[in-house]
């Protein structure tokens, strides 16, 4: 069983930013591939950032020189810096990693942001 606890986001105004963060139980999140998803009312969960066991990342396209993710070994933690955000991109924001064959997804956190 993998527990993935999420932290941060919140409400923000147009241009301004936030930080998520995830930690995993163990040293999961240190050693697998890990990543950020979203999903806005009405639309499909879509890859947001990803890291890979070897720190490669990897973004969508509409967060590219906005968004960072990174991951601290020592703490078994991978965040989410997200600045500059825009109204499009408020959404409920998940953790993501997966371990031996199953997803495995933190509790969800929303991030809004107002024009």
């Known amino acids: 069983q993998v527990h993935l606890r999420q932290s941060g986001g919140g409400m923000v105004q147009s241009g301004g930013s936030l930080k998520l963060s995830c930690a995993s139980s163990?040293?999961?999140?240190?050693?697998?591939?890990v990543g950020w998803y979203r999903q806005a009312p009405g639309k499909e969960r879509e890859s947001v950032a990803v890291?890979?066991?070897?720190?490669?990342?990897n973004y969508t396209d509409s967060v590219k020189g906005r968004f960072t993710i990174s991951r601290d070994r020592a703490r078994n933690t991978v965040s989410l810096q997200m600045n500059t955000l825009k109204p499009e991109d408020t959404a409920v924001y998940y953790c993501?990693?997966?371990?031996?064959?199953?997803?495995?997804w933190g509790q969800g956190t929303q991030v809004t942001v107002s024009s």
């Open positions: 163990g040293s999961i999140v240190s050693i697998s591939n």
């Open positions: 890291i890979n066991s070897g720190g490669t990342t």
């Open positions: 993501w990693t997966r371990w031996k064959g199953h997803d495995w």
